[in-house]
């Protein structure tokens, strides 16, 4: 799965170890963090782009974001698009859900 930031450089690390260093990061730094994770996706034409962010919220202070895109060629209902969405939101949470 490739993640990238929002100002589009690539995340090398795998996404656990690169929410675990951010969070150290920030919190060293001395910043409550919130972290959302969430899912939103586009029909364009014949594809559907899903997009994954993990968003790092520091209270009072801005944030900032990792982005996972994903197209697929598979047509879905609306239902069934929205069901996929919450299934990808899920999917990392449960990756993540240790660090938290």
Not at 19 to 33: F, M, N, P
Not at 34 to 59: H, N
Not at 81 to 86: A, G, K, N, P
Request: overall charge neutral; some cysteine.
């Amino acid at each position: 799965m490739l993640w990238r930031k929002f100002n589009g450089d690539p995340i090398v690390l795998p996404i656990k170890e690169a929410v675990e260093q951010a969070i150290k990061r920030e919190s060293d730094k001395g910043y409550h963090l919130k972290v959302c994770i969430g899912t939103d996706s586009q029909v364009k034409g014949m594809e559907t782009e899903f997009a994954t962010v993990i968003v790092f919220l520091r209270e009072g202070n801005g944030g900032f974001m990792f982005i996972h895109n994903d197209k697929t060629r598979q047509q879905f209902t609306i239902k069934e698009r929205m069901l996929t969405e919450v299934a990808k939101s899920i999917e990392i949470a449960y990756q993540l859900c240790d660090l938290f």
